[in-house]
């Protein structure tokens, strides 16, 4: 496509547009909500649904085990209590951090070309922090007895215990779901009244019609659609820094050596968004392939999602150097061993496979070639998946499987049961995402359309 | 078998050994594989791992839990049902006199091992037996116990124990069981031809004199002892030395310098209790302490509790060992011939050096030898013994304790041979199970069934229960009166805390069946034949009764020292028996095991999950094996192995062990049984399969050859790798192992630099914090463990379960890291392969002042308490882990299933009614006893005091025979804890930390000789 190639005019590298040429108010708003009204229940929509379906139905199974038998099912242990349950509660929490940088921090900086990815973003963010929400709760050994965490009044006067970093992630992911989900809906409303309007069949306008809340799209109605958006962004921005920060306080503020360590606020905020943008890669490539969506997703939003992968990348391996360093320098024998440990251990394969994949590969970015291979990035996305899921493991399990005291020392090994979970996981994430590709419209109609309106207007002048 | 066909298997001990030999031999490890630790290895430790076995993965298939349950009982595996069963309450209108609800009472009483007493203390609650607990009063427990007293309380409530009569397999009563025997004697000749009782070691008094009486009635009628792991060789030797089988009482705190010929004296053999103490009392260093320290050489095969806490320790093969009495006995000039076959393995500097310590010290040391050695080894410890002087000082003689000392070896094959010839009209097996545990040579299950009427009287219904026509349920000694003498003669009293619980009967009460006095009550039995004993009549003897009934034990009763002579000849007498194999061929030696004992044991979940001292394993007994001779035949630990002794075969998993002889396999006892009840029926290796009647103890030329199939142990510890590769970065492994977690020195350094444990950084930390420090008014609780006194005996282990209501888990849940005990005891090697020095290091929770798990609880289920306790709340807990995590100790313990046996009856009366049972999902730990704080509290109170120092004695500490934990109130600087917290050994583990543990070490002195570098 010309459109992709930059355009140079007086030497100067212009951008490429944002969005293809030739869009109209009336072409985008048909294009995204087709898919809504009119695309129907596809067979390759189906297919794809069912199996989500039937990985959401083997977390069902697993979670009615847990609650029979107890989190005994998993493999966790002394001196390794923790395990997958929390790997992937930090690996799920660190996906949805994508969505909210682009929904909240990019809407305040003005970066256009976020139009086109952040209400499918911010949707992966909803069920990503769904997913990493039911872990907390799962890994507890009385999960019945949860809200045991949270400050509500009772007889006994009785609080949560507010010096422990866990009650700080009740309140942060809490916090952090509240607004991430307020955020999309009221992005959703304008896009909503679209599809009621548009909307062919009884059910769907009286269904789209009550979530639009009585949408007209009179100027009070987006002088304070705008407001409300702005005053969200504003409340979300703080939450994608501290709700990985929060987390990363679960481990900070144990004495574990490879816990107890300052850098990890940082680095896990810079690791969540690297792995977020990963995800919305992994999401967007086959979404935007089956859905032809190529000239409202186009190869820009794909470069600049690599680029911001590259530099929190960098951030993250920047983290692990001197996690390294500090171990060395601190001269605590402890620390040393905890260093030497990941390296030389029984889980050192896995160490290995974390540096290449979140240092070594996604490295290939700053060719530009690869940042523009649709099936590169799609690798290298993957890659950095697998390499933030393996560094939540080996923070997790690598640390506590070694401590202080050698003759606690034993290896983690997940049974078939924490694998069942976590996939169990994906199942609850695509299925909530499949339905939400069949059901709302993926791209905010409402922004791409003020994207056209202004790349008409600045025609005549170019 | 091929020797060492896939070299790659084994651990590579050859690297192992350089890289120790190049440290010097002085870096720590915790275990062989740590050390060696080649690609198998590590791919093993990935297989071993619960996730890929064949097991169900998830760990809890039904058949398991059921084991897994408490004292084997059933749990239905649905999680949610922790509801307690609907019970009504009815107040007692006229309450029994004495009780009043919430308060216990202690009766003293009587258990026995192997027929010799201890004195026990017992815990009733509500008339219900809670607890056992050393007798102070009685000279073989003085207070203290073991695992077998710890844990026999489980048998009691044990819902597998036999609780009917059964005749021919199905259900009878009492009454027809006394019935049939009146049939029998009625049918018997007159003089009782073809009546043959069998029994265990018997002391107790009255049942001698019940059985002295029967074989008067009927003089033809025959009375067979047999004890599978008795005394045998020490009565032989005694026999042999001095021509009769007087009993030996050793007095260990007055030894200077004892020498162990594969003695395991302070956890088995009558006495132990008492010897532990005496031994560790010479153990102290305090500053006040005037008693010399001792000094202990151990030469024994396979390393035992008292091994590891020796100040030298030979490996040698037991057949060895005779050839090292006879250097020693040379040595101290005790005219001797030397050995046929001469060990090379006997360095001759250690001998003399021994036998010059000891000749130092002529009336001030010992020699103790073994019960796996030979009467003739035994006999050369009396003359050694006798040769030093220290016949009357530091060994006593008494007449035998027993009722009719006999060589049960002997006794047993001659009831064999009767049951062969056909000559056994009526057989009555009384508290025995020789169809598991006679020789294989005696083939007595098929003797057996000669006997034209078979019956069985015991605990359970074992193989050779299954194999008699009537089964009496014995009753257990909880339930029983009865009477037994301990190793120094003194008589206990043996009485019942409780009815029987089903339908069981005693010992009196069967042989009383046949005297004609089957009416007659147990406590008539023995009153009676005390009251014909004692001069004191009427008035007199009801106050002795009671007295002794009070005290546990009669007083007076102790056999007096008698005199012996060495016999001149016992040299010459003794040559025959001497037997030694050819070295080079493999030597298997039998010994009971530390935790199960000879198999009697077997159902007791607790003792099963209990691990074993040094090896650490749990549930299994193994073919265990120095790393040499791993090396030598290409094995390794793991490898499932068949065992060919003479015509005799069996199966085995492999166990490497550092210290272990080489050239030897021992295989410990009274596991793989077939009929011992949910618990005891599967786990282990029957190794009663290879032992025959010539070799009870020492068999030789064993034949060991690999199946290529793969056994996994349940090992505590020891499966725990350290990853050494000679990577350049070994430094940081290094740095592991030198964190000062076990601080060591010995006494000659100890004198120059007393406060060699402390460390400045320790000192530095102490007030950096951002937290004001807690302020403690009243009482600060606070517990020191003497790492000097400790002999790893696992007493305290057992004694916490059994106070605080700590569930069993299961072999399968031991292998995911699941143990649930309170304290454990950590060993750790230092030094080479072949003889490693030992240190134990019993780790309960610390009680940390800077507690971390207390601050990341998020629910504050885990707080300080006003007195300085790490305060468990269960029922807040929702089980975050959070605490574990961060407790550096790694002592919290979660409750990943549904762990505790909510569902069988038997045990809601074993447990103690003050320690909540905890469900599924709650975290739990050592509380200090808490609830014996309060109890001491309470009574404080009302007495309007405060808790007097020593008022409150925690469970371990108890149980503890060496008396290495002290706990008390640190805020009073005269309390005993205070003041061993003052030493100069005190130090706290992982002080860098600055958690400030309430719970604090006193660090190990060792006490080489300086002749003997080794």
């Known amino acids: 496509m010309d459109s992709e190639g930059s355009r140079n005019i007086a030497g100067v590298t212009e951008p490429e547009p944002i969005i293809g040429p030739g869009h109209t108010f009336e072409t985008v708003t048909d294009k995204i909500s087709s898919i809504v009204l009119r695309g129907g229940t596809t067979p390759g929509w189906v297919f794809g649904f069912l199996i989500a379906f039937s990985l959401l139905m083997l977390l069902n199974l697993v979670v009615t085990l847990l609650m029979i038998k107890g989190v005994g099912i998993w493999g966790i242990r002394v001196p390794t209590a923790w395990g997958f349950a929390i790997v ?27 139009t086109s990815i952040n209400r499918f973003a911010e949707a992966m963010t909803i069920f990503a922090v769904m997913c990493a929400g039911m872990f907390p709760l799962l890994h507890m050994g009385r999960p019945w007895l949860f809200f045991y965490l949270m400050p509500y009044p009772n007889p006994m006067w009785m609080w949560p215990q507010f010096r422990s970093p866990l009650v700080w992630d009740v309140f942060a992911v809490s916090t952090y779901f509240t607004v991430s989900l307020l955020f999309w809906f009221v992005g959703l409303i304008p896009d909503l009244a679209t599809l009621r309007d548009r909307a062919k069949s009884k059910a769907a306008k009286i269904i789209y019609g009550m979530l639009s809340m009585g949408w007209r799209g009179s100027a009070v109605h987006w002088s304070r659609y705008e407001t409300a958006s702005l005053l969200l962004a504003g409340l979300a921005t703080p939450l994608v820094v501290s709700v990985h920060t929060v987390v990363s306080f679960d481990f900070t503020i144990g004495i574990i050596p490879g816990w107890h360590t300052t850098i990890f606020p940082p680095y896990f905020v810079a690791g969540a968004i690297y792995s977020g943008f990963a995800m919305v890669l992994t999401l967007a490539i086959p979404i935007r392939k089956y859905y032809h969506l190529e000239d409202l997703v186009t190869m820009r939003h794909l470069e600049t999602m690599a680029k911001v992968m590259l530099a929190t990348g960098l951030i993250v391996a920047y983290g692990y150097a001197i996690e390294a360093f500090m171990a060395y320098y601190s001269g605590d024998a402890n620390e040393r061993y905890m260093m030497w440990n990941r390296i030389h251990g029984p889980y050192r394969g896995l160490y290995f496979m974390l540096i290449a994949c979140n240092i070594v590969i996604p490295q290939s970015l700053w060719s530009r070639r690869v940042r523009r291979s649709i099936p590169m990035l799609f690798f290298v996305s993957l890659v950095v998946n697998t390499g933030m899921w393996l560094e939540r493991f080996v923070i997790v399990v690598i640390s506590l499987s070694r401590d202080f005291i050698p003759s606690s020392w034993a290896v983690y090994l997940p049974t078939k049961w924490d694998w069942a979970t976590y996939l169990g996981t994906f199942g609850l994430f695509f299925t909530l995402f499949y339905l939400f590709i069949r059901f709302l419209p993926m791209i905010s109609i409402v922004e791409v359309r003020s994207l056209v309106h202004e790349t008409s207007e600045e025609k005549p002048h170019s | 078998m091929t020797q060492d066909s896939n070299p790659k298997n084994s651990i590579d001990l050859a690297a192992a050994r350089a890289k120790l030999a190049g440290e010097g031999g002085r870096r720590f490890w915790q275990s062989l594989e740590e050390l060696s630790d080649t690609k198998e290895y590590r791919n093993f430790l990935e297989n071993e791992f619960p996730a890929n076995s064949e097991k169900d993965a998830e760990g809890v298939n039904r058949r398991d839990v059921l084991k897994l349950m408490a004292a084997s009982a059933a749990m239905a595996g649905l999680s949610a049902c922790t509801k307690l069963p609907t019970q009504k309450i009815v107040p007692y209108v006229r309450p029994p006199e004495q009780i009043i609800p919430g308060r216990p009472l202690f009766y003293a009483t009587s258990t026995q091992q192997g027929g010799v007493a201890t004195g026990v203390l017992v815990e009733s609650h509500m008339g219900r037996p809670t607890k056992i607990e050393g007798n102070p009063e009685h000279p073989g427990s003085l207070g203290s116990s073991d695992v077998f007293t710890q844990a ?133 260093l305090s500053a006040g302490s005037a008693s010399k320290v001792n000094r202990l050489y151990v030469a024994e095969s396979m390393p035992t509790g008292t091994g590891a806490s020796a100040d030298h320790r030979l490996p040698l093969r037991s057949a060895d060992i005779d050839d090292l009495a006879r250097q020693l006995a040379a040595a101290v000039g005790v005219a001797v011939p030397p050995s046929a076959n001469a060990s090379a393995k006997i360095p001759a500097t250690w001998v003399s050096a021994v036998g010059r310590d000891l000749a130092a010290h002529r009336g001030s040391s010992l020699v103790i030898a073994g019960e796996q050695q030979s009467a003739f080894v035994h006999a050369l410890a009396h003359a050694i013994n006798a040769a030093l002087g220290n016949v009357g000082k530091t060994v006593v003689y008494t007449e035998s304790i027993e009722a009719n000392p006999v060589n049960q070896l002997e006794s047993l094959r001659d009831l064999v041979n009767d049951l062969n010839a056909g000559r056994v009209e009526m057989l009555v097996i009384i508290d025995g199970n020789p169809v598991y545990d006679a020789p294989a040579d005696f083939n007595f299950a098929d003797a057996l069934q000669r006997a034209k009427l078979r019956v069985h009287s015991g605990l359970y219904k074992d193989e050779t229960a299954e194999l008699c026509h009537w089964h009496a349920p014995a009753a257990h000694f909880l339930e029983s009166w009865s009477d037994a003498r301990a190793f120094d003669g003194t008589v206990g009293i043996v009485q019942p805390l409780i009815a029987p619980l089903y339908d069981g009967h005693t010992a009196h009460e069967v042989l009383a069946t046949f005297t004609g006095d089957s009416g007659k009550s147990g406590h008539d039995l023995v009153r009676n034949y005390w009251q014909s004993q004692r001069p004191e009549k009427d008035k007199a003897f009801e106050t002795l009764w009671e007295t002794s009934l009070h005290d546990g034990l009669i007083a007076g009763t102790a056999l007096p020292a008698i005199s012996v002579a060495l016999h001149a000849d016992f040299v010459s007498l003794g040559r025959s028996q001497a037997t030694s194999g050819d070295a080079s061929t493999l030597e298997v030696v039998f010994r009971p095991d530390p935790s199960i004992g000879d198999g009697e044991y077997a159902n007791n979940g607790w003792l099963q999950e209990l691990p074993k001292p040094v090896t650490r394993i749990t549930w299994d007994n193994a073919a265990m094996i120095s790393p040499g001779t791993a090396q030598q035949r290409g094995l390794t630990t793991g490898d499932y192995v068949s065992l060919k002794l003479g015509d005799r075969t069996m199966h085995a998993g492999v166990y490497i062990v550092p210290g272990h002889a080489d050239n030897c396999v021992t295989l410990h006892l009274g596991y793989g049984r077939s009929r011992a009840g949910n618990v005891g029926t599967g786990p282990g290796f029957n190794a009663y399969l290879l032992r025959n009647s010539s070799s009870p103890s020492i068999g030789h030329g064993l034949q060991i050859e690999k199946t290529g199939e793969k056994y996994y142990f349940a090992s505590i510890q020891q499966q725990y790798t350290i990853d050494v590769e000679g990577h350049p970065a070994e430094e940081e492994s290094q740095a592991a192992f030198s964190r000062d977690l076990v601080r060591i020195t010995t006494l000659e350094e100890f004198r120059k630099d007393p406060a060699f444990a402390k460390r400045e950084e320790e000192e530095k930390t102490k007030d950096l914090t951002m937290y004001p420090g807690f302020k403690y008014d009243g009482y600060a609780w606070g517990m020191s463990i003497d790492l000097n ?226």
């Not at chain 2, 025959?222 to 007087?246: I, N, T």
């Not at chain 2, 392969?833 to 134990?840: I, T, V």
């Not at chain 2, 709340?873 to 959070?882: A, D, L, P």
């Open chain 2, 152 to 284: 026999s309380i489980l048998h009691l409530y044990d819902p597998d124990r036999s609780q009917t009569v059964m005749y021919e397999g199905r259900v009878s009563a009492w009454s027809d069981f006394v019935a049939a025997i009146g049939n029998a004697r009625t049918r018997l000749s007159p003089k009782g031809a073809g009546l043959c009782f069998l029994t265990r070691t018997v002391t107790s008094p009255t049942l001698g004199s019940q059985m002295r009486g029967l074989l008067a009635q009927f003089p033809e009628a025959k009375w067979h002892q047999y004890e599978p792991c008795g005394q045998d060789s020490a009565r032989e030797g005694a026999r042999l030395a001095f021509g009769r089988p007087v009993n030996t009482v050793y007095h260990f705190d007055q030894a200077d310098v004892i020498v162990s010929l594969d003695a395991d004296f302070l956890s088995r053999g009558p006495g132990h209790v008492r010897y532990a103490r005496e031994f560790s009392s010479r153990r102290d």
């Open chain 2, 789 to 1014: 006194r400790c002999i790893g005996c696992n007493a305290c282990v057992v004694a916490c379960q059994s106070e605080n209501n700590i569930a069993v888990v299961g072999k399968d849940q031991v292998m995911r890291g699941r143990v649930m005990h309170w304290i454990r005891i950590d060993t750790y090697f230092r030094g080479n392969l072949d003889n490693p020095e030992m240190y134990y290091e019993p780790l309960p929770c610390q009680q940390c002042e800077n507690a971390p798990c207390e601050y990341v609880c998020p629910v504050a289920a885990t707080t300080h308490s006003p007195e300085g306790l790490n305060d468990m709340t269960y029922n807040r807990c929702v089980g975050t882990r959070y605490c574990s995590n961060n407790c550096p100790y790694k002592v919290r313990r979660f409750n990943y299933f549904l762990y505790s046996d909510f569902k069988t009856p038997s045990l809601y009366g074993m447990r103690n009614p003050n320690v909540t049972v905890r469900s599924r999902g709650v975290m739990e730990k050592c509380t200090y006893c808490v609830q014996r704080i309060n109890a001491a509290r309470i009574r404080s109170e009302e007495e309007n005091r405060t808790i007097r120092d020593g008022e409150i004695i925690t469970a371990c500490q108890s149980a503890c025979p060496a008396e290495a934990i002290v706990f008390g109130n640190i805020n009073d600087p005269n309390s005993r804890v205070s003041k061993l917290k003052a030493q100069t050994r005190d130090y706290s583990l992982l002080d860098d930390l600055n958690t400030r543990p309430r719970t604090t070490y006193l660090a190990r002195v060792r006490n080489p000789n300086p002749e003997i570098r080794d």
């Open chain 1, 88 to 114: 992937n509660f930090v690996w799920w929490i660190g996906i949805g951090h994508a969505g909210t940088l682009i929904s909240a921090i990019l809407l305040l900086l003005h970066q256009k070309w976020r």
